[in-house]
């Protein structure tokens, strides 16, 4: 059966749970203890050379990197997530890579200085904060336009583009940033976290946040 390896607050790991799910997998979630230090242990070192997350083990075959592990699992339903022919397929690509070099890479720097540190007694770096804030401002009307001309990313069909960016914006408004201007990604974003893929994972990864600062406040 194939596992996967992740952690609820990951959201490269969310983003192979996702596709899992909409492709109808049947798969074993492995969560990795990050805070314990279990993803530095030999026996994952197997599965991800760097001890990192998200990985999976296919009966035997491992793979690691969200996005390879994602279009493995297209290719192997051969789904439409991830179209054949060769000019629908890099569209695909081209707004899967503006997804995570661009949009997800700023909204990292401010999530993890606005959410993760704290959680890790760590100081927070405004420099990144606000550099993060001014990529977003500059790429989020990027993929607003995108979205108000057409339903989805790359057109009238949810592809790998999609669920990508949905799960990487995942973690914004407990960063303090605000989505609601963009009028076509909330609608987009809105409409896909009501659909089962995203709802057999949790209703809203905004509760997985809270609920491990809960958990943190109640052991200190």
């Not at 297209?74 to 890579?97: C, H, N, T």
């Not at 904060?129 to 990529?135: A, P, T, V």
Request: hydrophobic share 40%; aromatic share 10%.
């Amino acid at each position: 059966m194939l596992k996967i390896y992740g952690a609820d607050l990951s959201s490269p790991a969310n983003k192979v749970r996702f596709t899992a799910n909409y492709l109808g997998f049947q798969y074993e979630y492995v969560k990795v203890d990050l805070r314990s230090g279990e993803h530095m242990k030999p026996e994952y070192k197997k599965v991800h050379p760097a001890n990192k997350i998200p990985a999976i083990d296919d009966d035997g075959f491992t793979l690691f990197e969200s996005n390879a592990i994602i279009r493995y699992l297209a290719d192997k339903k051969g789904s439409p997530l991830y179209p054949k022919e060769l000019k629908a397929r890099a569209i695909v690509e081209q707004w899967l890579d503006f997804g995570s070099m661009h949009v997800g890479m700023a909204l990292a720097k401010v999530v993890y200085n606005r959410v993760f540190a704290p959680m890790r007694g760590q100081p927070a770096d405004e420099n990144s904060i606000k550099e993060g804030l001014g990529f977003l401002d500059r790429f989020l009307p990027v993929v607003d336009e995108q979205l108000g001309r057409h339903k989805f990313l790359v057109g009238e069909n949810l592809t790998l583009a999609d669920i990508n960016l949905l799960a990487l914006l995942d973690p914004a408004e407990s960063a303090g940033v605000a989505l609601t201007n963009y009028k076509s990604l909330s609608r987009w974003r809105d409409a896909l976290k009501q659909e089962p893929f995203y709802t057999k994972c949790f209703k809203d990864y905004g509760d997985v946040i809270r609920a491990r600062q809960a958990a943190m406040q109640k052991a200190q």
